[in-house]
């Protein structure tokens, strides 16, 4: 028989490796651009720096270094004081994508894909034809060193010039060239990008060293570790059927009702006993009896019966105290307001924290680089690391845009020296990419937001209703003082003998009203229950 | 010797499949959010289906049902009457990531990553556990039947009930259950992504049954095929090193010379012989001889070389003269224009065609389903796929919001009822994420866009202007009408005799000066001047 028309068009038919999909569609992993390659290949070491070293319970201390080689060429270079990576491992962490520990956890880390480290292999090797080199040591007093290049067909590691020595190495130091890259001073830049970085990881040091040799320092502010990561049960209430029926047939418990206890979170024995009454289930059964069935009247079950929030004790945002110190670190702010709001949770089951700062003047707020006119910045971060690209398509960006700024007063958010930073804190970030710069647009995160960023707005709003009085005031004020002079020289001519008394008694006058600098209490009281009271500020009366 | 930190921290460190992958990152797929997740899949198989008919040389004939059996779940039923698939491919086209016949070749197809139709079938089986039913024939008489899961941890299908038989089926027809997804009439359910299907596939002919069994036809308009998608040959100028060494080692060539002639585009034996003075290298070594140092070499070589822009024969936009149909058969617009680029190259080496129509008025602009007022639509087209999702992160949106509509007399863009088209043609689309809802900003593809959309923007200005005159010349009149009696007695008080006769002079005068509807021969040249000598409309002075 011949070959059809379907034959002929499916002689081509292939199948391919992760790394090959990758490569192809590297603008995926944000290979696009020679800047935010740039960026992403600094987002990709640094996070998965600050990652070993929090795991590990140890204060990070990252160094990062841009030199410039050539035309859009440059070498990379990131340390870490973290625990190393064991031997065995190194190839498949910077050569293997889609493994790695962090894939399958449910544990709040910036990284969570097992892809980004084997990115950099990648885009190293085709725009440069060289392997990456890591220094590592994962036992005191031993260093391991190789260089890692990337087998993209069969998405795995090919090791070279490995030697293993005594030596007094500590943490990981990966040093790679790129070329197809440029570094600018942007704010989609790498300094940008560690600048940051700093903001949400107050914990952290940060060394950074731009190709002209310029070096920031990001001294640690907060010098206590926040907890470690620990991963987390998967909620009840946000199973599937398929990931039911996937727990139960893994499970090692012997009946449903242990299965169940044992597995998910917040599900105590009550619990248990209240599911099976509203099944047809026996939870004495083997949980791998459990069928597509079982697991499905399981689900519906659970939707049924109140759960507990999540627990939350595996989520650490950054907390209000250290965005504050950050802030005030990194914007010297003139005014600003933090907020961290309760553990809550999307998709059902994946808990998450919301936080936002605001920060007022000062260095607060977007210059364009080149010392123009502020305008407003929007930092975004997810389990804080910072999110540089595709704001467009940003929960946080899409939120921002829904708040009626001007209820709090900031007329036009575009011309405004305000600086606002918000981090989504989740043991699973819905990023809407593999390149992991925008988080997906859930309902229960952008509600979450909008109140976060509504308590904030309140705050500075209540402030620049205040320095807009004092404002007012002192315009008043300097007018009527322009015109005393002439004012006495009028009411003199009318009917007063002393000139000169009367001017002094007017300026005594307006001085008192209108002070310079300080609001009177009652105005303050107003603020207060406004802010309390009502989400609209009041529109005040001209109180005069 | 102990567990160290390290040791500790990878001991769960695991390899995952690219279908774990997505089954967890669900939402960069498409899967995020009820309605989305029907359009995607809906999306799926339309793509599919047209890309089969296509290559396979047949004026496609879809039909698409959408069925709701319950809460937020719903039956999807699509067939074709394309090519049908090979028995021995069923399994891998439905269930195996990454497989196909597109990924490796540059042919300009909707689908071009082979994950899109095992997306469907992962997504029908974690929210029903039932697999996808699939009725294809490849072979005239023959049919084929069977249904499809998916083994997500090793990327690989499960097929049951197979069956074959003599009969009459033509096409595949793919037929599946979902849960979590929702079906609505709005500017992101099925319903409009069959309309924009319509609009940029005149010569498809598509029948939509929606849950309510409301049943929409499309009727084909175009009767032309558009030409067959053929592979075409990589463009020297967009390859990386990387690339060079892959193909040359893969190369079945004898020489170096002979190589690059016969793999790329434009590559004559001038220029080829041009390259190899420009190296170091003797072009009669074999191909497979070439090192990362040559490779390199090669080129910065070629970049030294002018090449011809990279052959378009194997790009085939929509084309002016259909577009203008599908507008009119959509829209019936008031007015239209439209313009196909020539080809152009981005990535040095990747060609592409954008095209653009713009409608205003008749049932152009989009009006929010509920027949408020109208504002400006924008549809997006990726080779002829429209693109509902994602808006904000996509080049055309970008581009769109960057043009100065003033110029053109669309002042607010947010409330006139245009409908704005845009069809990026290329043989590989470079999306922001594997749900393929945005295009990547390649700035040579910014570029060409801005150029299209101020070609028909001028257009439409040139229009408006016309109208607005009218518009002016009709107010004018009418107000001077309304007055005719009150001069005409003024008049008459003052000096003239017969009032009557004053009357119906100023009556006749009027009504040639500002004839209903005409716009004099004056004004069109004005127009056409504007329009052929200046980028900006001419502010034209009032003529009278």
């Not at 490569?23 to 992993?29: F, G």
């Not at 059927?241 to 090692?252: E, G, Q, S």
């Not at 007022?360 to 997810?382: I, L, P």
């Not at 004012?487 to 009917?495: D, P, Q, S, T």
Request: with cysteine; glycine share 8%.
């Amino acid at each position: 028989m011949g070959m059809t028309e379907a034959d002929n068009m499916f002689k081509e038919f292939r199948e391919h490796s992760v790394a090959e999909f990758f490569k192809k569609n590297r603008q995926m992993l944000g290979y696009s651009g020679k800047i935010r390659s740039l960026t992403t290949i600094v987002h990709e070491y640094v996070t998965n720096a600050l990652d070993a070293c929090e795991e590990a319970g140890i204060l990070p201390d990252i160094i990062v270094h841009v030199d410039q080689l050539g035309n859009d060429h440059y070498k990379v270079m990131v340390s870490d004081n973290g625990p190393g990576i064991p031997k065995t491992h190194v190839g498949k962490v910077f050569a293997q994508m889609l493994s790695g520990t962090k894939f399958h956890r449910f544990i709040q880390q910036r990284g969570q894909q097992g892809i980004g480290a084997s990115g950099c292999t990648m885009y190293a090797q085709i725009t440069t034809g060289k392997p990456v080199k890591i220094i590592t040591s994962s036992k005191k007093g031993l260093v391991y060193e190789t260089e890692v290049m990337f087998d993209v067909k069969s998405n795995s590691p090919i090791l070279t010039n490995e030697i293993e020595y005594k030596g007094d190495h500590v943490g990981t130091k990966i040093t790679a060239e790129f070329k197809d890259v440029t570094f600018n001073w942007s704010e989609y830049g790498p300094s940008e990008y560690i600048r940051r970085t700093a903001v949400a990881n107050p914990h952290a040091r940060l060394v950074f060293t731009a190709p002209d040799k310029q070096r920031f320092v990001y001294e640690r502010v907060v010098h206590i570790l926040p907890p470690r990561p620990k991963p987390s049960m998967p909620h009840p209430s946000g199973m599937t059927v398929d990931d039911m029926l996937d727990y139960a047939h893994h499970a090692k418990e012997r009946t449903i009702k242990s299965f169940l206890t044992q597995t998910f979170d917040r599900m105590s024995s009550d619990r248990a006993d209240e599911i099976e009454k509203l099944t047809s289930i026996d939870f004495k059964r083997k949980p791998d009896s459990v069928t597509w069935k079982d697991a499905e009247e399981l689900v519906s079950a659970i939707k049924k019966v109140k759960f507990l929030a999540p627990s939350s004790g595996n989520l650490h945002p950054i907390g209000e105290k250290q965005i504050e110190k950050a802030i005030l670190n990194v914007l010297s702010p003139e005014f600003h307001a933090v907020r961290t709001r309760s553990p809550s949770v999307y998709r059902g089951g994946v808990p998450f924290i919301v936080e936002v700062g605001i920060a007022y003047g000062g260095k607060a707020g977007h210059t364009n680089g080149d010392g123009g006119s502020a305008k407003t910045e929007v930092m975004r971060f997810a389990n804080r690391a910072p999110l540089l690209f595709d704001a467009g398509g940003d929960v946080i960006t899409k939120t921002i845009g829904e708040i009626d700024w001007k209820r709090y007063g900031l007329k036009n958010l575009e011309e405004i020296p305000v600086t606002i930073v918000v981090n989504l804190t989740s043991t699973y970030i819905p990023y809407t990419s593999a390149g992991k710069q925008a988080i997906s647009d859930e309902e229960d995160i952008r509600k979450e937001m909008a109140l976060a960023l509504m308590d904030v707005g309140r705050e500075i709003g209540a402030h620049l209703r205040r320095q807009f009085k004092r404002g007012e005031k002192q315009a008043k004020r300097s007018t009527l003082l322009r015109y005393i002079p002439e004012i006495a020289g009028a009411v003199a001519l009318l009917a007063v003998d002393n000139k000169a008394l009367l001017e002094k008694k007017l300026l005594e006058l307006v001085n008192k009203k209108y002070a310079e600098g300080a609001v009177s209490e009652d105005d303050d009281e107003e603020d207060e229950d406004a802010g309390a009271t009502a989400d609209e500020p009041v529109v005040e009366e001209s109180d005069d």
